[in-house]
């Protein structure tokens, strides 16, 4: 098994299922973003936290997500082929989480005794 970064559009809504345990479960498509025509496919399984990311998304939205993946084939309706990823999730980032973290960071910065922006942090030096 190898690990990829897979980025792209959600090609639908995630679909939730039920997994052991009390662990949510999400499955999404994800197309590469590079305009009309077919693309290499993703098929993404998510769990936990991670599951609970994708089904706050909806078909269209971009994602990026990280994780064990295997090179798959499925057989399309009209009886094509197509070959694509089969991604266990372990995480995923989306423009949303990245504003989270940017205000997260900001606002930890902020707060900090005697440091009021981004601006008054000493230069790095790349020396300790």
């Not at 993703?42 to 998304?57: E, Q």
């Not at 910065?109 to 601006?119: K, L, M, P, R």
């Amino acid at each position: 098994m190898m690990h990829a970064l897979v980025t792209g559009v959600l090609v639908a809504d995630p679909e939730q299922r039920s997994a052991r345990g009390d662990s949510d479960c999400a499955v999404v498509k994800i197309l590469p973003d590079t305009g009309p025509g077919d693309g290499p496919v993703a098929l993404v399984t998510a769990y936990g936290s991670t599951a609970r990311t994708l089904l706050a998304l909806t078909a269209g939205d971009p994602v990026a997500v990280a994780g064990r993946a295997r090179p798959a084939l499925w057989a399309r309706p009209d009886g094509a082929t197509v070959a694509g990823l089969d991604v266990l999730a372990t995480s995923v980032m989306t423009p949303f989480e990245v504003r989270r973290k940017r205000r997260a960071v900001r606002d930890a910065i902020e707060g900090a005794e005697g440091v009021a922006n981004f601006a008054q942090l000493p230069p790095d030096t790349g020396r300790e």
